[in-house]
T-cell receptor, first 110, second 109 residues
Framework: NAGVTQTPKFQVLKTGQSMTLQCAQD?????MSWYRQDPGMGLRLIHY???????DQGEVPNGYNVSRSTTEDFPLRLLSAAPSQTSVYFC?????????FGQGTRLTVV | KNEVEQSPQNLTAQEGEFITINCSYS?????LHWLQQHPGGGIVSLFM???GKKKHGRLIATINIQEKHSSLHITASHPRDSAVYIC???????????FGKGTHLIIQP
């Protein structure tokens, strides 16, 4: 049972490049979410999904897109990376409120 | 929007000491979560509670709904307990968790 799997673990991007952070869960959870973690700040919600085909914006959605074509996968897309998007990104899935987190993706935009 | 405050931000203690980390939130919640994050590591859920007290090994979490306050206690602390401890509030809706900024705990041998 893998839980929540994020790839890649580390990534360096140049300003303006695009990329997709992958997130997959094998627990059949309907609710999935993406957070970013920055020094001195708590984790902040970027986007979330309550089921396949349904997504919504969180607290800090600008510069990010998401889609949810299957229950298992919830990729996060950076359309045109900016240095302000340097952060650690966590994907999570939830069941009856209990959250399960991936191992995180450390992204640096130069 | 819920505001979640943790204290202390940093805590250094000696092995064996009893540790308390506090968390307060501003509006009613459906559940309060305590999470653990080791350096460079992922986030692990320790507790989810909506009332009373839960215990797992040397860790105890309590919540006082009326006072909007929760505490995480570690008994007989050990260097392997060194980590960042994060509390998070869920409001019961679909808008995810609201996180505190974390408490960085170091247990010295």
């Amino acid at each position: 049972n893998a839980g929540v799997t994020q790839t890649p673990k580390f990534q360096v991007l140049k300003t303006g490049q695009s990329m997709t952070l992958q997130c997959a869960q094998d627990m059949n959870h309907e609710y999935m979410s993406w957070y970013r973690q920055d020094p001195g700040m708590g984790l902040r919600l970027i986007h979330y999904s309550v089921g396949a085909g349904i997504t919504d914006q969180g607290e800090v959605p600008n510069g990010y897109n998401v889609s949810r074509s299957t229950t298992e996968d919830f990729p996060l897309r950076l359309l045109s990376a900016a240095p302000s998007q340097t952060s650690v990104y966590f994907c999570a899935s939830s069941f009856w409120g209990e959250a399960f987190f991936g191992q995180g993706t450390r992204l640096t935009v130069v | 929007k819920n505001e979640v405050e943790q204290s202390p931000q940093n805590l250094t203690a000696q092995e064996g000491e009893f540790i308390t980390i506090n968390c307060s939130y501003s509006v009613g919640i459906s559940a309060l979560h305590w999470l653990q994050q080791h350096p460079g590591g992922g986030i692990v859920s320790l507790f989810m509670l909506s009332s009373g007290k839960k215990k797992h090994g040397r860790l105890i979490a309590t919540i006082n709904i009326q006072e909007k306050h929760s505490s995480l206690h570690i008994t007989a602390s050990h260097p392997r307990d060194s980590a960042v401890y994060i509390c998070a509030a869920s409001g019961g809706g679909a808008d995810g968790l609201t996180f505190g900024k974390g408490t960085h705990l170091i247990i010295q041998p």
